[in-house]
């Protein structure tokens, strides 16, 4: 063996001296909760702390479906303290056997994995399945308080980041109650001190599970001085829906006209094997979303990422629309596919089943098999009956959704083209350098800010799979603008043709030409209005563009710090004072270079910092992952941000003034 081989041999055996069973941690209790939170409830932004709501909730709300309780009051107190009660049969108190000195109760709130719904005994059908929940809570919150109400007794106890403040007490008599109330405020040692309760979506949030289930009684209470003067969540509620699902459908659909005058509702309850509930209808105009929304629920569980039982649903709905027109001898109907039926539909689907099983422990997808067959065959013989008894309205939901299974065969046709025909079809526009792969995987087109930059990005691109188009200053304001406006916008229709698809409800993604979009534009106030006009642009006219994720922003350098070939490159005036702090001593002379646009860029440095997918930095626009609880949708965000209504701007601006920390002008 050579002499270095030995020495590298002897230095990885001397390397494991400092590597011994004392460096093993052991976290128990629920220190893991603690120290990874993001295992848990995703993340400590403000999703994860209303996803601590969402928890309790649940817990009172699997009570309900088991049949135990019929009413849940929710309050929300000025101190950002959040109160569940419900009148079900109250957490257990007594002391558990595996051990005996802690009450059952303790052992719930202080143990993971540790609960009622492991199996049937307790409840039939249940969200929580995991046993991890309302420990999670206690784990991320400063303060707990739990008081149970049981055999005409009340009990409490008190706990604060996981651990108890002390043994299980007896209140006293409660002759008159029942059920299980939890008190508690999400820890700011997690979260930080920003975040806060949102009175509008724990509101929207406590709707929808009274729209799930529809013998329960949901009871809202918060403090008025949370609520702003003009805010639409009331200081207190009664949330009760007889009609269920139908209800919520009526709400989401206002005046919006359908296709059909009657929605497809319904309710089967299939005793042991579960209970499924559903709305839908369908319009031609969409919603601002994408194409239509689907939200769904596995026993009062919201699932924004779908699964095996919305699979179900749209199987129903296929089979059953292409058997209705077998049966009129419409042999058109054989084309149409699922996307075709519920394209532009809002649908809106609850299921009750045994054991589920989800995704991950925040349960975003529903992932049992025997969800969808138990869907698909309580709608499928439902829906024969809905379209058998009113054949005018059958016909008419036919019809449209052969049209949308034409127009898709026609985009298919047209696709089918080879990439260089179209671009010859398209007479692409003159300023566009377009790339030299013939398919979009792995190409992106580049919307650069003025031809000065975009000379600069031409030379810098990689001219296999990067294009460039160079845009004229600021593009039309598409969310003001009038339809006549749009149609004769030259800069927006040679956008459409470097795209290579029409625009609005034309638009297919399939037929892009690019796999990412870059919008690349100056780091300056101008610069941002143009990116925030973009991305608008994409939002109305590319539906389905950002939500599949295909849309971002440069971000390139302000600043080029450098000293005799020490060079390092800064995002902002922070960046800028810890490169200076890391990479140069205090008595070295630093040359420094601030860019006031991408033209003042040298190919090379434009290449380095912002083109080059090794070292460059880009940030994916992006929607919400679930929008059943914003305080306000995208689509009124844009409008408000950037229709024409000024007022709608000036309000924004004096609502959300206090969150702003820092202009950097």
């Not at 719930?108 to 995991?130: C, N, P, Q, W």
């Not at 059909?260 to 089967?268: D, K, Y």
């Not at 991408?598 to 919400?624: C, D, F, H, I, Y």
């Not at 914003?630 to 709608?648: F, Q, R």
Request: proline letters at 4%; one cysteine or more.
């Amino acid at each position: 063996m050579s002499s270095a081989r030995q020495m590298k041999q002897d230095d990885l055996l001397a390397g494991t001296a400092g590597y011994s069973a004392k460096d093993i941690e052991v976290l128990e209790g629920l220190e893991p909760v603690r120290k990874r939170p993001g295992m848990y409830i995703g993340g400590t932004d403000e999703r994860a702390w209303h996803h601590l709501f969402a928890e309790v909730l649940d817990n009172s709300m699997d009570e309900a479906v088991a049949g135990y309780a019929n009413r849940i009051d929710i309050k929300l107190s000025a101190d950002g303290f959040l109160t569940v009660t419900d009148n079900g049969r109250g957490i257990p108190i007594d002391p558990h056997p595996k051990f005996p000195k802690k009450s059952a109760l303790e052992v719930i709130m202080t143990t993971l994995h540790s609960g009622g719904k492991f199996t049937d005994t307790a409840y039939s059908t249940a969200g929580g399945l995991h046993g991890v929940g309302i420990s999670v809570v206690n784990a991320l919150s400063e303060l707990v308080e739990v008081e149970v109400a049981r055999d005409r007794t009340l009990y409490r106890q008190d706990f604060s980041r996981g651990l108890p403040l002390g043994k299980l007490q007896k209140v006293g008599a409660a002759p008159n109650r029942r059920g299980t109330s939890v008190r508690f405020k999400p820890d700011h040692q997690i979260f930080g001190d920003k975040l806060r309760w949102r009175p509008a979506r724990l509101f929207q949030m406590a709707r929808s599970k009274a729209y799930l289930f529809r013998g329960v009684e949901v009871r809202w209470s918060c403090d008025p001085e949370l609520l702003p003067e003009d805010s639409k969540v009331p200081a207190e509620a009664v949330l009760s829906y007889p009609n269920g699902l139908a209800d919520q459908l009526t709400e989401v659909f206002g005046d919006k006209s359908t296709i059909t005058e009657t929605p497809f509702t319904g309710l089967v309850d299939l005793g042991a094997e579960g209970k499924v509930e559903w709305a839908i209808a369908w319009t031609q105009a969409g919603f601002g979303e994408a194409d239509g929304f689907a939200r769904s629920y596995c026993n009062t569980i919201p699932t924004p990422e779908g699964g095996t039982h919305e699979a179900g649903f749209r199987s129903a709905i296929t089979k059953g629309i292409r058997n209705f027109g077998e049966l009129t001898g419409n042999k058109k109907a054989a084309e149409v596919t699922a996307e075709d039926i519920m394209g532009h539909s809002g649908l809106l689907l609850s299921v009750f089943i045994r054991g589920p099983e989800f995704v991950g422990q925040t349960k975003d997808k529903l992932s049992s098999t025997h969800a969808f067959r138990l869907v698909e065959n309580a709608v499928r013989d439902h829906f024969d009956h809905w379209l058998a008894g009113s054949p005018k309205e059958a016909n008419k939901l036919l019809g449209w959704a052969i049209d949308r299974a034409d127009e898709r065969a026609k985009r298919r046709k047209a696709k089918e083209i080879s990439r260089k025909s179209a671009t010859k079809k398209l007479r692409l526009p003159g300023k566009l350098a377009d790339c030299s792969a013939k398919g979009p995987e792995g190409t992106e087109l580049f919307l650069v800010e003025g031809d000065s930059a975009g000379g600069s990005a031409k030379q810098a691109r990689n001219r296999e799979t990067q294009a460039i188009l160079p845009l004229r200053g600021k593009i039309l304001n598409v969310e003001s603008a009038s339809d006549d406006k749009l149609m004769g916008n030259q800069e927006l229709a040679d956008l459409s043709l470097a795209l290579g698809t029409e625009l609005g409800r034309k638009f297919n993604i399939d037929d892009l030409r690019y796999e990412r979009i870059i919008i690349m534009t100056d780091a300056d106030v101008d610069g941002a209005h143009i990116a925030a006009l973009l991305i608008t642009f994409f939002y109305r006219l590319t539906p389905g563009l950002i939500e599949s994720g295909r849309l971002y922003l440069a971000l390139p350098p302000l600043f080029k710090l450098s000293n005799k070939g020490n060079i390092h490159y800064a995002m902002d005036d922070t960046d800028r004072a810890r490169i200076m702090k890391e990479h140069f001593k205090g008595n070295q002379k630093v040359e420094m270079t601030r860019f006031k646009g991408l033209g003042e860029m040298n190919p090379a440095q434009l290449k380095e910092t912002t083109m080059n997918p090794g070292s460059r930095t880009l940030a994916r626009v992006t929607l919400p992952a679930t929008m059943d609880d914003l305080e306000i949708k995208p689509a009124d965000l844009i409008n408000t941000l950037m229709g024409k209504k000024a007022e709608l701007r000036f309000r924004f601006i004096q609502e959300n003034a206090a969150f702003v920390e820092e202009l950097d002008i």
